[in-house]
């Protein structure tokens, strides 16, 4: 969008704003989660973050405390392109313009058809400087599922295991709790909290009867500030009934589903407005997600135990000739407790 080159500033102050964003990557659903850092002469006079949907933007949020020292002249940070349309609230590109900021760095552009270039189009047209791509990769992280969403349609699905080192995950009855320690369940409130949708099947409620909620004092956000996520029960036997006592239905807009996979997740974003989904189940639905090549990202917790061959694996899946496994790229790898995490993405 322009042909300035990034200073090492430029990446700094940006850096700061992405760490911002990040206050509000548990509560903003299904808004993305935005920073924005102003400054002016070498100096930050205003930070912001978009807190809930409804509530301002992260660039109405850093105007307002920059305003006191004058933003004329000033350079606004901010980790996504500014709206250029009236929703909820009023465009932020209008806002920046208002201000008599001179430049404006955008880490990456926002794919909404409502957006999609427009907020970068008004402030070019008014003079304002505008580059675009600083820490690109880094603020892309922040919302991965509002992005994919805005681009395909369909929600970045992330898919949790529990397994012990032979890759076991439950014993021959059912029996999982708990195969990871207590650092690794809390660690799972994190994947929880930024989740707009749970999916589990109809097994693992009738066996285990979770909550499948987030309910963690230890995210930095009151537990009440941050949306609850959306469960959805595949039941394509009829096996569980809305009267049941289970504690999933205790939720007004859990969802039984008995259609197919895809079309769960089509509508998961058009109707429900969830971009990032969790799935929590057993091997046989874990197994499904993995088939039909529709997780984006695999978590696997894996303890310093041996169950045997006796108990379950991780994903039930029969693939017949090598050239037919599904890989992943490994992207993280770090120890929590006593039990290690494994952060895979899918090859595209």
Not at 53 to 81: D, I, K, M, N
Not at 102 to 128: C, F, H, T, Y
Not at 242 to 265: I, K, M
Not at 288 to 309: H, K, N, R, S, W
Request: with cysteine.
């Amino acid at each position: 969008m322009s042909n300035t080159t990034f200073t090492h500033e430029d990446v700094y102050y940006m850096s700061l704003a992405i760490a911002e964003a990040k206050k509000g990557e548990f509560t903003t659903r299904p808004n993305p989660a935005v920073g924005c850092v102003i400054v002016k002469d070498g100096k930050i006079i205003g930070t912001g973050f978009h807190p809930k949907a409804g509530q301002p933007h992260a660039e109405v949020f850093a105007l307002r405390a920059a305003s006191a020292h004058g933003t004329q002249g000033a350079t606004a940070y901010v980790t996504l392109e500014p709206c250029s349309h009236t929703g909820r609230t009023p465009p932020c590109a209008d806002a920046l313009i208002g201000s008599g900021v001179s430049r404006v760095v955008v880490a990456g552009l926002d794919p909404n058809p409502k957006v999609a270039g427009n907020g970068i189009k008004k402030l070019q047209e008014v003079g304002i400087d505008v580059a675009v791509g600083v820490c690109a990769d880094e603020a892309r992280q922040l919302n991965l599922g509002f992005l994919k969403a805005m681009q395909t349609g369909k929600p970045y699905v992330r898919l949790k295991v529990a397994a012990s080192l032979d890759g076991r995950t439950a014993m021959a009855n059912g029996e999982s709790k708990w195969i990871t320690g207590a650092p690794a369940r809390e660690d799972v409130q994190r994947l929880r909290a930024k989740s707009a949708a749970i999916i589990t099947g109809s097994g693992t409620i009738m066996a285990d009867n979770p909550a499948l909620n987030v309910r963690s004092a230890q995210l930095g956000v009151p537990s009440e500030m941050i949306p609850q996520p959306k469960i959805v029960v595949i039941d394509r036997r009829g096996r569980i009934d809305v009267n049941d006592e289970y504690q999933v239905l205790r939720y007004p807009d859990t969802l039984l589903w008995q259609g197919g996979l895809e079309q769960l997740l089509d509508e998961l974003v058009q109707v429900h407005q969830c971009y990032d989904v969790l799935v929590e189940a057993g091997a046989t639905l874990s197994g499904a997600f993995i088939q039909a090549d529709l997780v984006d990202e695999l978590i696997v917790y894996q303890a310093p135990c041996i169950l045997g061959t006796s108990t379950k694996p991780m994903f039930d899946i029969t693939i017949d000739q090598l050239s037919l496994q599904h890989r992943y790229r490994l992207n993280e790898v770090c120890q929590i407790g006593n039990d290690i995490r494994q952060v895979y993405t899918r090859i595209v």
